[in-house]
């Protein structure tokens, strides 16, 4: 192989070397395997295909396309079948799956959502609450933010577009294969705390009121930027505050509790920081809350 051969086969292999990620296709959960380990596995494997001179030891992209079952390391596409949006900045989106297919998730686990705005690609992490017996399809719930990129790609989707999705990760486990609600046996007690800035900005309504009605859950509300109990329906004032939440209502909240409490907290970072401080200091241990 004379000079030029050489320069044209180093270029070949360049080519073909993994892009590492940029910081913002990492979505920051903890995800196992991150897109960091799946490029250092890609790496390797090039890095192993160029010393041999073996291009066959190069992993192939599977189809991305009508998937019988999720993948954590390879992103597929999902077809949005239907999008509603239920208040100014948060979407319900449904993703089809082929025939009866089932999405196959343990609560608490979620899912990696891939977008690309301006050219720029980035990974966020969402939990699906579709019912685990859904059938046929999945749904998503999306808060989007006025500055948030991956705001702008959601808010852009309608029926019949595509997204893609890779998982499921999380290590929450709970023991029961149906919902606590759906189980008559079942006696876990649930009070759910949902803050919110204003009461228009209250989703899943209808869904939580169904909830309520069950003897074995409770709903309250903390909403930061409401200040009269007399603006509210009849049926949320006793069970609304107002403000943040702090260490006084989490302490109210447990020391309410028949038994030993379990709390599972979802937020941004820095709320559940606080909350886990909150709950500390109410005398749970450890053990006894889930960051998710």
Same mark, same amino acid.
């Given at each position: ?13 360049? +080519? ?15 995800? $196992? ?7 250092q ?16 030891l ?6 991305? %396309?009508?998937?019988? #079952? ?10 949005? $079948? ?9 979407? =319900? ?17 979620? =899912? ?16 699906p609450?579709?019912?685990a017996?859904? #059938?046929?399809?999945f749904? !998503?719930?999306?808060?989007?933010? +006025?500055?948030?990129?991956?705001? +702008? ?18 290590g929450?486990?709970? #023991? ?28 899943? #309504?209808?869904? =939580? ?12 509300? !903390? ?23 702090? +260490? ?7 020391? %309410? ?21 909150? =709950? ?13």
């Amino acid at each position: 192989m004379d000079k030029g051969e050489e320069d044209d086969d180093e270029e070949a292999w360049l +080519q073909l070397r993994p892009v590492e990620p940029l910081p913002s296709q990492c979505c920051g959960s903890g995800c $196992s395997p991150c897109v960091f380990d799946l490029y250092q596995r890609d790496l390797a494997s090039w890095e192993a295909a160029r010393a041999s001179k073996d291009r066959s030891l190069l992993s192939g992209e599977e189809t991305q %396309s009508c998937p019988s #079952k999720l993948s954590p390391e390879t992103f597929l596409a999902f077809c949005i $079948s239907a999008t509603d949006r239920l208040t100014k900045d948060t979407y =319900l989106v449904r993703f089809a799956l082929p025939g009866n297919s089932r999405l196959g998730l343990r609560p608490g686990q979620h =899912l990696i959502l891939r977008g690309i705005v301006d050219g720029l690609e980035i990974q966020r992490a969402y939990t699906p609450i579709s019912p685990a017996n859904a #059938k046929g399809y999945f749904e !998503v719930l999306i808060k989007c933010y +006025q500055t948030g990129l991956m705001s +702008q790609y959601v808010e852009s989707w309608k029926a019949g577009d595509t997204a893609f999705w890779r998982g499921p990760f999380g290590g929450f486990f709970y #023991k029961p294969n149906q919902s606590i609600t759906d189980n008559a046996e079942d006696e876990t007690f649930i009070t759910l705390v949902g803050c919110f800035k204003t009461f228009e900005g209250i989703y899943l #309504k209808t869904f =939580l009121r169904e909830q309520a009605r069950f003897w074995n859950v409770r709903t309250f509300f !903390v909403l930061s930027q409401e200040n009269s109990l007399e603006q509210l329906p009849w049926s949320y004032r006793d069970k609304t505050h107002f403000g943040r939440l702090g +260490q006084d209502l989490i302490e109210e909240l447990v020391g %309410s509790c028949r038994r030993k409490p379990f709390a599972l907290v979802c937020g941004s970072a820095e709320f559940t920081k606080d909350v886990a401080g909150y =709950l500390l200091s109410a005398g749970l241990a450890e053990d006894s809350y889930f960051l998710f």
